[in-house]
């Protein structure tokens, strides 16, 4: 195969995942347009619209979207880790979507976005699209609960290794200031 062809097939791959998010996205937005809570079911359809593996097709193929086997991650760093099975693994999207449900509900929403996308990536609940699906959950949490911000954008966030110190902190900061930008933008239009 020529690198011009790997290169197109690389391309339309890319497109692929770009479409998918989209509609992942627009399903996510109405979620909490609705104000409809996001639970581990509508997480998992969610995360099939990513993969391109509809809950039903997963069900009747016996097949799971959720990660039942130990992974070894290629980290931005360079390093690698490996993660071991999970003892439940919508048990543990279950425990964080109802801790990120408490924080906005008490009015952070941006502490609740943030959570919920550090714990999604960093245990890896699903086989594939760990980070696709935690930046969905964080902009659900930040659209529903006023503090609406591009998902694109939050896609687009540069990400360093959640497990260094200080990177963290760094992604409640930026998307803070994410949120501050679209408040004043959102202001500015209104007016």
Avoid: C
Avoid at 26 to 50: H, K
Avoid at 112 to 141: E, G, I, M, P, Q
């Amino acid at each position: 195969m020529s690198s011009e062809t790997d290169g197109s097939s690389v391309s339309l791959f890319k497109q692929l995942e770009v479409t998918r998010f989209d509609r992942a996205l627009s399903a996510t937005e109405t979620l909490a347009q609705n104000r409809s809570l996001l639970t581990t079911m509508e997480l998992e359809r969610l995360n099939g619209i990513l993969v391109g593996k509809p809950i039903e097709t997963s069900a009747h193929s016996g097949t799971s979207l959720w990660r039942d086997s130990p992974v070894t991650l290629s980290l931005p760093s360079g390093r690698t880790e490996t993660l071991s099975i999970l003892r439940d693994p919508k048990l543990t999207a279950r425990e964080h979507l109802h801790e990120a449900t408490e924080l906005a509900e008490n009015g952070h929403a941006i502490d609740a976005a943030v959570s919920v996308y550090v714990k999604f990536v960093l245990s890896h609940v699903f086989k594939d699209a760990n980070r696709r699906t935690a930046v969905l959950a964080a902009h659900y949490f930040l659209s529903r609960y006023g503090a609406p911000l591009s998902g694109l954008a939050l896609h687009e966030i540069g990400l360093g290794d959640l497990r260094e110190a200080g990177q963290i902190d760094a992604l409640k900061e930026t998307i803070s200031q994410m949120a501050k930008f679209a408040a004043k933008r959102k202001k500015t239009d209104l007016t």
